[in-house]
DNA sequence: GAGTGGTCTAGACCACGTT
DNA sequence: ACGTGGTCTAGACCACTCT
């Protein structure tokens, strides 16, 4: 037995009930045996599924079937561009504003830069088959990435140019809903007082704040996950 | 050398420059050699980066570091008196409504419904310290289970009923933005044309479909995480 | 064909938590 | 003290995929 065909047994029991919510399984030894499978493999099994949230392992107690699930929504964070290849349509993109200045005090606040600091305001537009698809308002430190004052973003997004440049991140995701003001109303095509899903995202890089940034997406939009 | 010890090393040299975007990472034998540690050992730390979208293994060809990082965020989806009590707040639940009858359209459509089937529609509110947290408007399929008839579902919300009845499901779950209507400003105590943050979630359990919910949380509500 | 990752085995020692 | 899961080792065979 593979560990994947252990897993499906596992969840089969489970599921069919013969293994009900705060049961305790037999021990990884006893399945070894019913299986007849090396330890190592069962281990694998029921560690994936404690880490899917389905089983809750504990030493010398044993490994019990979770009551309420911790259920977990796994989310892919993909980059607007490919997001919108992936749908089958053309992606365009475009910068509309470019701004040096001091951070905002909120801005300041919400990244934890210090006083005096400069930073790169950036909004930019990316279009599906020509409708408007996400606003994007991107504020990037430049303390932290000088370099990025070099860069136009003319002809390339902000979020692509930094992922081949920093390597990689801590990164703080937030998901809300924004009322759509006259302005982002223009961008987006839609009517003023649509409510618009967005996102928000601070990215850190060693420790030190790099960017903010929200998105706001077309009306309508969804993000979805199975699991 | 810890599998632990060893994916944070390979971090560090990603971070550090030093394994670059792109960058053909040694084999495994090579890692075993470098690190002293068995071949299971440095397959175990890769093999959880590439889950976690930091590398990009094939066969053959090897191990790269991922250009675009696939970024996955995992969210906890917790029960929402949990998610309530976690903040140090006191909660509340309420039934508002409680019908049977037949499956509308859009949810024959939207659950993969048959003609005909009955349905039980719920409408509840969850507070949090007495002031409006979540809208729940609950849809329960009748032929999946029958004996969320007997459940007058004032004491306690569906959800709570649903997961100690149900062990285990497929879900698919959706975030997006809806924008308040006189009524449900009214249930959440803010003004009509607020935007709010709204999930949906649809629940199958032996591939046959359960319960659809849609979720309406206080307006300025956003769903956070870091990774 | 050959190199790489994917998986399995049999055995071992350790860490933790309950008794 | 003891039972359980957590992890590591050394070796093996297989599957994929590039050339």
Redesign the interface.
């Known amino acids: 037995m593979s560990y994947k065909d252990i897993k499906e047994d596992v969840?089969r029991r489970?599921?069919s009930?013969q293994w009900?919510?705060g049961h305790l399984m037999p021990s990884e030894l006893e399945l070894c045996d019913e299986y007849g499978s090396a330890r190592?493999t069962v281990n694998r099994a029921l560690r994936e599924l404690a880490d899917e949230g389905?089983l809750d392992r504990k030493r010398k107690s044993g490994t019990r079937?979770r009551?309420?699930?911790?259920?977990?929504?796994?989310?892919?964070?993909?980059?607007t561009r490919?997001e919108i290849e992936g749908r089958g349509a053309a992606y365009r993109y475009a910068l509309v504003a470019r701004d040096l200045c001091l951070a905002p005090d909120w801005l300041r606040a919400r990244m934890a830069l210090g006083a005096g600091v400069k930073v790169l305001h950036l909004t930019c537009m990316h279009y599906a088959d020509g409708a408007p698809f996400q606003h994007e308002d991107r504020w990037i430190n430049l303390a932290a990435l000088p370099q990025a004052e070099d860069s136009d973003f003319t002809e390339t997004g902000p979020n692509?140019w930094l992922?081949?440049t920093i390597?990689?991140s801590?990164?703080?995701?937030?998901?809300?809903?924004?009322?759509a003001d006259a302005a982002l109303a223009e961008f987006m095509g839609c009517t003023t007082?649509?409510?618009?899903?967005?996102t928000?995202r601070s990215t850190w890089?060693?420790g030190q704040p790099v960017t903010f940034v929200r998105l706001c997406f077309q009306a309508?939009?969804?993000?979805?996950?199975?699991?």
Chains 1, 2 share one sequence.
Do not use: K, N, S
């Open positions: 969840l489970i599921t009930g009900p919510p190592a389905v079937v009551r309420a699930p911790l259920r977990q929504a796994r989310f892919d964070i993909p980059l490919l692509e992922v081949e390597p990689f801590d990164v703080e995701i937030g998901f809300g809903a924004v009322v007082g649509e409510a618009l899903f967005q928000e890089f060693d309508g939009y969804r993000m979805t996950t199975r699991y």
